[in-house]
């Protein structure tokens, strides 16, 4: 039993918090219809929560397994290895068997496909890759890249990636990002700190020896692809956040004195990692025309997650070159450009590809069109939730006309861009946000709702306020996000005060809404 506690206490058993983030919207955490979803889904929930599995099925199956290797019978110990809830069972009791051939077999379940649905498919390979680690199974590890990749697109893309980076030789594939087994030890490695921002447990600092591997990337000076810089201001906001990942783990524990060690070792290198971002970003601007589609959507990528101004050197390439693709990410880099001209090419692109004054005479739906042409073919959205960073008149007054459009998507991008500056005409403004609060649509409720919280609108602060102290845990984190997501600094006393809410959950939710609203305002 402590053995199995030890494989899930280490990285499957982060914080509620995780669940809530990355789980959540998926599941439909403890709301209606969770109990839709597979068997396999609900057992591992459970197992996050801290359920246990059945001891004495463990202990029957792992003597079963033993007298079969016994008289090699390991064929029919790989036979009985069908998916379902039994699944992680048999998983156990091979990694406490911990033979070279209870190895051999686990590691030979990867290549197999054992459900359709992508979500269960990748906790059979999560359970999988925590069982190899724990037999340090190293040679395992490119396939555990190979399979944590495929989950990206899944909510368990960081506890994926978090088995993937705490390999010991993981840190090894970091110093070749122009490999393809390097590049994809970058992005799992952005989202082990992505998923330390959203509640992945801080154990995985410890587990994944997160330090010494950011002391090897200072040591080896990589100037390569844009991840690189991607995953080091990743890295620099992880840092910032240290001090209340600390407050998770008990006092004077094993754990609490291993976290400090990671903590200050992090810190300590801290100003040679901005060094080395910089020196990395700076070379972003001078390499926009060059590489394919795909090298330049990496690079505006990262130029939006650092929130570089790069209007000088993109815009008079997007003003020349009609075909630029992706268009809907050189839209939001120029969402942070201080270049009157970007707000100007944005509206002239909206105008001549969206008959906005058409669509806002249609009738408003509900729920989504099942196919958009218009949003397939332009990048309507983007060019909305860029326009934020572009107060003028002119922009204002395209948001509340986007705000009448017929497709529910167009108006919640439109109501999520306004209130970020003095508006220019108050009732105007006020008027389309108090009737956003009424659409048929739940999603352009809520933007509309945190449009008003941003111009200080009494009853759409107050309901933040009361939600963030209703007794339903989820309401709680819900409403923490929405005032991250919206940028509602207005609320961050209120936010503060949850700091210290007796739920571990709550408290670090509200501190990371704090970090989050500090890094807006910096920025």
Known sequence: MAIWAMLLGSILMP?????????GRYLGLRRPGYERHSPVIRQHFDLLQGAELNEAAVEATKQRFRHL????????????????????VQVRA?????TEEAGQILERQLGRRLSDDQLEQAWYGIDLANGLRHLRREDSLPLILEHAERAAD??????????????????DLLKHPELDEGKVAWNLLRRV??????????????????????????????????????????ALRLIRRLDDLASQFEAESPEAEAFQWQKLRLEAIESILIDQRDAIANTWKRILLKGSAADRGELLQGII???LDVSERLLPILENDAAFQPLDLAMLALRWSKEPRAGLWIRSLVQANVPMRRRATMKSRAAPAAKSHLLDAFPYLAALESLRGHPCVESE???????????????????????WWDPFDFHALRSRLEAGRLDLNGDVRQAARGGLARLGER???????????????????????????EGLTLLMPEVDALREHPNPEIAYHASETISQLNEDFMR
């Open 459 to 485: 009853h759409a602060l107050q309901w933040h306020r009361e939600t963030m102290h209703s007794d339903d845990v989820r309401l709680v984190h819900e409403a923490l996000q929405s005032v991250a997501d």
């Open 397 to 419: 007054q395209m948001l509340v006309l986007a705000s009448q459009d017929a497709e529910p998507a167009v108006r919640a991008a439109a109501f999520a861009s306004m209130g």
């Open 193 to 234: 700190l992505q998923g330390l921002r959203q509640g992945l447990s801080p154990q995985v600092i410890i587990e994944a020896r997160l330090a010494e591997v950011f002391e090897a990337v200072v040591d080896a000076e990589l100037d390569g692809p844009p991840i690189v810089g991607r995953v080091l201001h990743e």
């Open 69 to 88: 290797l016994e008289q090699d019978a390991g064929s029919v110990v790989e036979a009985s290895m069908k998916p379902g809830t039994n699944f992680v």
């Open 154 to 171: 899944t909510p368990l893309a960081a506890l994926f990636a978090a088995e993937a980076a705490s390999f010991t030789g993981f840190a």
């Open 94 to 98: 091979l990694v406490e068997l911990g």
């Open 15 to 23: 914080l509620f918090m995780a669940l809530a983030f990355l789980l």
């Open 305 to 307: 997650d650092l929130r």
